[in-house]
């Protein structure tokens, strides 16, 4: 289960964006963008094509610098202590490479001598992580995608970060592999309590993946959208209502504090409402006191597709 921002709230977060801005030529490609990202989140950061989506992510780890604001991981910033803000971070910003004729194990140890304070338990925990033990002794060329695309990963956490950055980690992967890795990533956020930035233009694989995604066009923050059912539940819902008669239907319901009439659809006899989920008993019996019959009600759930066209004013994904 992943956590809500109610959850969250008050704690240090793990990635904070303050005022991040990226100009080149005078043009600003990232534009005072600010968000945080708490600990276990998986969070999403979506945006068209153009939107600022990579730019942001080699910002965060330091491989572009930034024209002005910060990033602060663990409260360490990047501008001022790069060494103790990166130190935080695992990250897979292009496709992971590794040494096709050596094995998993070995390609893990190699990166093992190259760091301090990595033990064979800590590899042992990862591959354990992301379910590849039982293909650490066999060589990286015989991987499928999503192997090596999970043998990244483990590589990413093998420093123990508190942040894990992927840019599209199901990029050419088919539908079970990218059930494995969400099924993986989730288990990371849980298990190990790290905060996961994860880029992808599969909308609905965000949706099942994420505890909140956030929404960049134009280098320009938009907005965010917690996924949580404990937070879905207490937000705004669309019924569609199905009568005998509308037109009284709509002046009982306007009647009621919180209940909003968005739409009469006479040759349905049916009115959709927008209004808080708590409200529909009420809504249901002052229609009922007022002897008005009711044949259906419909709740009407808009995609996370739906909104990021609304959002971005129906530009397409990257």
């Known amino acids: 289960m ?3 921002s109610s959850e969250i709230k008050g704690t240090i977060p793990v990635l904070s964006l303050k005022n991040v801005t990226k100009r080149i030529g005078g043009k600003a490609i990232v534009d005072r963008m600010s ?3 708490h600990k276990g989140e998986i969070v999403g950061l979506l945006g068209p094509n153009g939107a600022g989506k990579t730019t942001t992510i080699r910002m965060i780890v330091g491989l572009i610098q930034m024209s002005e604001g910060d990033v602060l991981i663990q409260g360490k910033s990047i501008r ?3 060494t103790g803000a990166i130190r935080h971070i695992g990250a897979i910003i292009e496709n992971p490479e590794f040494y096709p004729y050596m094995t998993g194990y070995d390609n893990l140890k190699q990166y093992q001598r190259m760091s301090s304070g990595i033990t064979e338990e800590r590899i042992k925990a990862v591959t354990e992580l992301v379910g590849l033990e039982a293909a ?4 990286v060329k015989a991987y499928s995608l999503g192997m090596r695309q999970r043998l990244g990963i483990a590589q990413a956490l093998l420093d123990n970060p508190s942040l894990l950055i ?3 980690p199901t990029n050419g992967l088919d539908p079970a592999g990218i059930r494995e890795m969400r099924q993986y990533l989730q288990r990371i956020a849980v298990q190990e309590g790290i905060s996961i930035l994860v880029s992808s233009h599969l909308l609905s694989e965000m949706e099942l993946m994420c505890s ?6 134009e280098g320009k923050y938009v907005t965010h959208r917690s ?3 404990k937070e879905e539940q207490s937000k705004q819902l669309s019924v569609v209502v199905r009568v005998d008669d509308i037109e009284r239907a709509s002046r009982v319901s306007t009647s009621i504090d919180g209940v909003e009439v968005i739409q009469l659809l006479k040759d349905s006899s049916e009115l959709v409402l927008a209004l ?4 529909i008993p009420q809504v249901v019996s002052k229609l009922g006191e007022d002897n008005i019959k009711i044949y259906r009600i419909t709740e009407t759930k808009i995609s996370l597709e739906d909104e990021f066209l609304k959002w971005t004013g129906g530009s397409r994904i990257a």
């Not at 650490?136 to 060589?139: L, S, Y």
């Not at 808080?276 to 409200?279: S, V, W």
């Open 2 to 4: 992943m956590k809500s």
């Open 35 to 37: 968000f945080d990202i």
């Open 80 to 82: 001022n202590d790069f």
């Open 136 to 139: 650490m002794n066999k060589k």
């Open 166 to 168: 992927l840019d599209e």
């Open 212 to 217: 909140r995604v956030v929404v960049i066009q």
């Open 227 to 229: 996924l949580s059912d």
């Open 276 to 279: 808080q989920n708590e409200l």
